[in-house]
Nanobody, 116 residues
């Protein structure tokens, strides 16, 4: 059974940092496109970043490029999202997805709140 579990969310002040983790079971993160998505209050779910395979090719939405970094650790079967210089608009539920040619899996998400 495939499962993705996110962790690391919380309350942080503007300008602060958080590191989110997405740990997979029942799959290998290196075999999938691993993607972080977020849903801000009152908004549609949106793409944040992804990482593709062991080679680690990455993509970011424009508003987080240069502030967020996605990475993976195959030994821990975990994908990370390092978030720096957080802003109020980054407040959202962040969830991870795993996609290959056959299926998409996603976790329940973790809340990130940026507030002073």
């Amino acid at each position: 059974q495939v499962q993705l579990v996110e962790s690391g969310g919380g309350l942080v002040q503007p300008g602060g940092s958080l590191r989110l983790a997405c740990t997979g079971s029942g799959l290998s993160v290196n075999d999938y496109i691993m993607r972080w998505m977020r849903q801000r209050p009152g908004a549609e779910r949106e793409f944040v970043a992804d990482i593709r395979g062991a080679g680690g090719i990455t993509n970011y939405r424009d508003s987080v490029a240069g502030r967020f970094t996605i990475s993976s650790n195959s030994a821990k079967n975990t994908v990370y999202l390092e978030m720096d210089s957080l802003m109020f608009d980054d407040t959202a539920v962040y969830s991870c997805e795993a996609q290959d040619s056959l299926a998409v899996y996603w976790g329940r998400g973790t809340q990130v709140t940026v507030s002073s």
